[in-house]
């Protein structure tokens, strides 16, 4: 029997004074690139389908994991449910001309400090302008933007503030205020939900829509943690706290929503947030609404 343990004590040793064979770090490259400088996305087009969604999500100030992941996957299988192409990526390199062409809406999800070079904002303003559709979610509506002036005027319209911090998550009732408009569709007069609630300095201006606004009777409004701003009330009609509200701007009436919603991964699980999420592509995209009635204010 001894033998029997011996003997493979016996061939490990041996094995391990045999010289280690080179594995990955001497291998051969497969693949040899020749000629142009290889884009961001690469042959990734060629197989798909448009329209097509970019969901970007570079952050460079408070970085939202889980609303970054739960946007992500979410917008994906809409996306894939509704035929639309998408690509995901946290590198603004994709904000050049040749690139961006592919894409019929920006989805900026989570974005938040100064993501953009100056030129790759000129870029994206440009493809805006030819009537591409535009979304901002949750985080890209923070106070980290105010360097990209087009951004924070034109398309998200508010300046943030703050939001509660003890409890930082409450369960708040969201009412629609744009009960007949496209990004609205489907939806019931009012809904329950959980987020991180968003205050602004004052609602966007009139060249906004306002499409759904927050009952502060229903959570409480303050912030006793931390910063300057303890009182985070807007007003007490829901019209007073937007929360989610569009745009169509310039010659080509280009369309942007921004919803302040989303800081959890659950909130893209609501049959609420899901619904409007789809409304918000095929809007934004203009597969719906090709009258642009949800353009009038
Ligand atoms: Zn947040």
Known sequence: MKLLYLLPCVFLTACSSLKPEPLLAAAEPTVTVIGEEVTTTGRYFEFVPTPSILIFSETRNWRHEEGIAGANLAIM?????????????????????????????VVFNNMTGDALTPEQEMVFAKWQSKGNGTVLIHGSGDASHQDWDFYHNELLGATFVSHPAAPQFQEARVEVLGPTHPVMAGMPKDFMAIDEWYTFEAPPSDDFIVLAGLDESTYSPLNTVYGDISDLRMGPKTSDHPIIWARC?????????????????????????????????????????????????
């Open 77 to 105: 299988k809409a996306a894939k449910e509704m035929g639309y192409g998408y690509f995901t990526t946290e590198h603004s390199g994709i904000f050049n001309e040749k690139d961006l062409a592919r894409f019929n809406v």
């Open 249 to 297: 701007l310039g010659d080509n009436q280009a369309r942007s929503v921004y919803t302040a919603m989303g800081h959890r991964y659950e909130t893209y699980e609501t049959p609420e947030a899901l619904l409007i999420l789809k409304n918000t592509l095929n809007w934004t995209a203009k597969i719906t609404d090709p009258q642009s009635l949800g353009c009038a204010k």
